[in-house]
């Protein structure tokens, strides 16, 4: 009974010390805080970053342009032979505590803007707009994707419209500016990350940002001959 008793309050000590120490601490260029966006969010579990991603310590103005940079020079199109997938970059921020939070917990949702490239009508080009969640990918220093079901989607008569697939995830497609057409080519335009139940909290990157950010179009390809399995871009 006394070993039992021991090696429980090892137990506990140990967790409470590792629980401290993911809010915390940093070693070897890594750094731990605890995330909610494991194991379904129930959970409070350890995370590791790299810490030139940890933007916490930064003022207003230069935490708004570190989130910006971040999101999109490390984004990446990633091609299936069905799907088209937008994946952006992840970071740390801080709550309004002053507390590092991963980005996808402290925001829960994210729109992409997209305009058609050499299509337009009466001078407007069709757009098209993706809100969906914001979630950590595998790697952890990066969003997990925003898939497109590019198949599905030619499927349907082009067109003003709103479209969702429900078993695709909560995904929401939006289209404007439509011509007969489906165009097969997209640039992004505008990004932004929000938090649905926090009026105020997000970070915006207009096409403006973009352009200075970013040395070239982040452009999705809806040809049947760019999308094959498995490669990115």
């Keep these: ?18 629980g401290y120490f993911a809010g915390r601490s940093s070693w070897n260029g890594v750094i731990y805080i ?9 959970t ?4 590791a ?3 030139d ?9 230069e935490l708004i342009t570190a989130s910006q940079k971040r999101l999109v020079t490390a984004a990446r199109v990633l091609l299936q032979d069905k799907e088209v997938g937008v994946e952006l970059g992840h970071f740390v921020t801080r709550d309004e505590a002053g507390e590092k939070k991963l980005a996808c917990d402290f925001y829960d949702r994210m729109v992409l803007s997209f305009d058609a490239d050499g299509i337009a009508e009466s001078g407007e080009k069709p757009s098209m707009e993706i809100e969906g969640p914001c979630r950590i990918a595998s790697d952890i220093t990066r969003i997990e994707p925003i898939w497109i079901p590019v198949q599905r989607i030619l499927g349907e ?8 697939y429900p078993e695709e995830g909560e ?3 939006r289209f404007q500016g439509m011509t007969s057409d489906w165009p097969m080519h997209w640039s992004l335009t505008a990004v932004r990350l929000y938090n649905s139940k926090e009026d105020g909290r997000q970070v915006s990157i207009s096409g403006k940002d973009l352009s200075e950010l970013t040395a070239s179009p982040i452009v999705v390809n809806w040809e049947p001959s760019a999308r094959i399995p498995t490669s990115e871009h």
């Design 157 to 164: 008569n082009a067109g003003n419209m709103d479209l969702s």
């Design 1 to 18: 009974m006394r070993g039992k008793f021991l090696a429980a309050t090892a137990f506990v000590c140990v967790a409470i010390t590792a």
């Design 34 to 42: 605890s995330s909610t966006s494991f194991q379904g969010g129930n």
């Design 53 to 61: 991603l940890d933007f916490s310590k930064l003022s207003d103005d």
């Design 44 to 47: 409070r579990v350890p995370a």
């Design 171 to 173: 995904v929401n497609y």
């Design 49 to 51: 970053i790299r810490r």
